[in-house]
């Protein structure tokens, strides 16, 4: 393997941009079109390494900004990097921290250097720039990593009174987005088993994120991402964008599109051409009861579930809908809507915890049927085994 | 097998009253003497069913209390008892919900029908007595179940002005467990498939064991419980009622010591010749961050453990200490000290897990030792494989 990834492509769907294949990391392999749950903090929350492995997850995602803060990237690079430390040992991939400094802290300057902010964990002041965010990636030592860009918390202000200046702060973004790409580059300090993503900006400005793309895919680097998608907007404006930016990223790379989303956003943009998704929706519905169906979306706390013996979705080979999942072993497994109401009712744990481990399997059942109907020129069977798809009336 | 449940000694350790064997019940056997892990609502809090059974439990006990006001008995019966609704196919034990009454409850009156007291789930008017509790019982599905006996809450004014009033109180107690312990002969509608257990009372009054042990034995059940003990009291006063109710109970059936407790509380107990334990300790501790090791308890928060890499106890088989457990597969499994803190410290559902699957294991642990040791008639190496037994300078 020439550097520290490598991707091939298998398949591609005949009359769209959309592809299959396989990316191979210093921790193994992972099949793409994919799906990375998000493990934030070093854990996905709730579930063991293996339970997450599992749900056929391949890859997850560990965010660079908690982890600088709690407890410590040096700290966890003293323990041999976040798999060693969390006992996840396929690929991982960190962001930069970029986005949740600006957008989550109680930030004091921003500025060409990066970010100043408070930690959240102690209240200490905190710079985060291209060069401590490469660091810190280091440090924890994911498989991929996230170039530090400049993320504009939100469009909110396009279509208000704020429209001139968002306009100024979305072109800033994507100026120092390169910028910040290529000291990210000059920083990297394990080229050797790290691959480096750069990320394209822009908002929702198609101009904006024509430049962007050029500027940062004139770097040579093993992945490119779209970021700044997902903060807020409407799904038809995150497809128009992805429409226009996926197809033209280096065809030979793989394509992450970040914190992306529903099944149907995941649907477009994988035939747009994108391989890659995260997203923190599977665990973070699954701890406020809410399951992911093929039909749509389920709240376990509907007292219409007070007497459901049938599981969350019939088929799912999930440890919590399986009756005969090869973790459970004489325990069985398989439980009823019912038994999970109450849980969820009761504040029990287990409620979280299985409805997350469905729910992931629920996005990595999905992804694994894209990848099928890729392969077999099969897309309308996908979206007749997925009404969620195709029927803007389920909540998808 | 005659009648719902079936002990068979095996071996008995000379010079004292300690024994092991099996109990078979309609869902399996278990081991004995046995340690039974609470599950409350119907989940032991964070952990699946496998993963309790992966420690070796063979035994769980639920509280009727609790079910009975969430989600309903009957509710549960209409899903087929307790073993289907929470998907644990081995024996299970429920207690009758009198000591949650009593103790727990919003109570507005305690009579010889029982007790009416204010349900915690939305505040209307809830009745327990004899025929309820077996109802409810009944209703769950227990292999065994205890009968609905009268627990004074604590021994706190014994030595206190109320002296005199808690003697009238705990002789009550005695007479009313043994009409209520005939009560409960006559209502209970399942004698083919769930044992009946009889509870002493009488708090530390030896004389009073004594009456409440002749009383509730002569009453022909498949198994016998030693009651209002750990509640409170110190454990020498413990020891010495276990000491002299439990060899005096029946030697062909079953010994059940309920609601204890540390581990030399339990190895007072098995050399006393009691077979069956249940406590919250394990779970409790463990979602409060302290782990029980054979050196003694350690608390996780504490700084001394960011760096430490260690499992938290070496050679220990569970899911969290073990680098090759069968169910972590791939993933390895085996988690650091360090990794267990951080846990806590970002207040992460994995902690509270991983903890409690420890310390249930290192009960579990302690019992198979145990009954080795009375097999193998080799106590004095129970005792040095186990510093905390032996050591009251330990936190055992």
Known sequence: MDG?????????????AARSGTVTTPHGDFSTPAFMP??????????LPHVVASTGSEILLNNAYHLMLRPGDELVAQRGGMHEFMGWHRPILT???????FSMSDVNQIDDDGVTFKSIVDGSSIH???ERAMEVQNNLGADIIMAFDDCPPSVHGVHGTGEANHARRLEQAVDRTTRWLHRCVEAHGRTGDQALFGIVQGGTDLQLRARSLAEVT???LPGYAIGGVAVGEDPELIHSVVREVAPRL???RPRYLMGVGYERDIMEAVLAGVDMFDCVLPTRNGRSATAFTRQGRINLRNARFREDDAPLEPGCPCLACSVDHPLSGDQKGGFSKA???HLFQAEEMLGPILVSVHNIQHFQSLMLDIRRAIRDDAWPSLVRDWPVLGDPALKG
């Open 4 to 16: 520290p990834l490598h991707f091939k492509v298998h398949h591609r769907l005949p009359g769209t």
């Open 38 to 47: 998000v493990g934030t903090k070093g854990t996905v929350k709730g579930l």
């Open 95 to 101: 962001d930069s921290g970029g986005y949740q400094a």
């Open 128 to 130: 985060l720039g291209p």
């Open 218 to 220: 004139e770097v040579d």
């Open 250 to 252: 280096p065809e030979d």
């Open 339 to 341: 038994y999970l109401r």
